[in-house]
């Protein structure tokens, strides 16, 4: 087929079943839409119409052919419609959720940017380490670390996390610094507590492609990787922190790496949504954001341990 407009003709005029009305529809000449008919039939070897002076009128294979047709125009449609809401601006309102120290510390402080950007967006975020159904909760977005627990969502992969054992410098002078996971057993160890279920979340170690998972727990025991840090940098013990929460503190001098051999990739960072014929452009928006602002390699994974 040459031409996909000879089939739009096509179709209006076996819909009106008329060459005039078809032509007033579609801002042509009687002559022209005739003339485009005549053309689609010799192209085709077939006739489609059956013609008299008083109606116009489908011929079997004409009938047949208006049926694909019409299916072949809507399936262009939806695909140009497809194109236009891809290239409009994103407007209206966006709903993301995010975990607390993540949100906080890598994407809220870029928020304004993302808004400056996009004058048409409400952006509705909540920060928090719940688990939450996108579909049930009418979320667009979410950013998740760690493995995925709904096989239905599309997720794009921003960067790994690392953990790092860490204390201040005056922990460490009064107490010694461990060379090995077993050597935590003589520290006051400061541990993430999973409120929901009672128990500690385990340290994992790895050295020589060989994992070191240690159980801790101490006399001080958050559900708050900043609140964690803060206990750390007062020297009330060890913690294992995400190194995009302890990098500042590890900078400054605040805090010191420990057990340096035994830091290994940590869980992903991705941001997920819902699958989709056409990704709405406020959340393609939103995701090519993130993938901008987080690279594969973060400034946070370049501290130096101390």
Not at 98 to 127: H, K, T, W, Y
Not at 280 to 295: D, Y
Request: glycine share 6%; aromatic share 6%; with cysteine.
């Amino acid at each position: 087929m040459e031409n996909l407009n000879a089939l739009r003709v096509f179709v209006r005029v076996a819909e009106t079943r008329s060459f005039t009305e078809a032509a007033k529809r579609l801002g042509l000449t009687s002559s022209a839409v005739s003339k485009a008919i005549t053309r689609l039939e010799q192209e085709l070897n077939v006739r489609l119409l059956q013609r008299t002076t008083r109606s116009v009128g489908l011929t079997n294979d004409g009938a047949s052919f208006f049926e694909h047709c019409v299916q072949v125009l809507a399936q262009i449609e939806d695909a140009e419609n497809a194109l236009n809401r891809a290239t409009s601006s994103p407007h209206g309102r966006l709903r993301v959720h995010m975990p607390v120290g993540f949100g906080r510390r890598v994407i809220v402080p870029a928020l304004s940017r993302f808004i400056q950007q996009n004058p048409d967006l409400v952006l509705d975020a909540e920060l928090s380490d719940r688990s939450v159904d996108l579909a049930y909760e009418g979320i667009d977005a979410a950013v998740h670390i760690g493995e995925l627990a709904d096989a239905r969502l599309i997720a794009r992969k921003l960067c790994n996390l690392r953990f790092v054992a860490c204390a201040s410098p005056e922990y460490l002078a009064r107490h010694g610094t461990p060379k090995t996971p077993e050597e935590l057993d003589q520290h006051h160890c400061l541990a993430y507590v999973l409120m929901h279920t009672g128990r500690y979340r385990d340290w994992q170690f790895v050295k020589d492609g060989k994992a070191y998972p240690k159980s801790v727990s101490g006399r001080l025991n958050i559900n708050n990787a900043e609140s964690l840090l803060e206990a750390a940098c007062s020297g009330l013990g060890i913690a294992m922190i995400s190194n995009f929460i302890a990098a500042d503190a590890i900078r400054d001098g605040r805090l010191r790496c420990v057990l340096t051999d035994y830091v290994g990739i940590g869980p992903q960072v991705s941001v997920v949504y819902l699958p989709s014929r056409n990704l709405s452009p406020k959340v393609r928006t939103f995701v090519n954001f993130l993938r901008e602002l987080i690279p594969g390699d973060p400034d946070w994974d370049k501290i130096t341990p101390q």
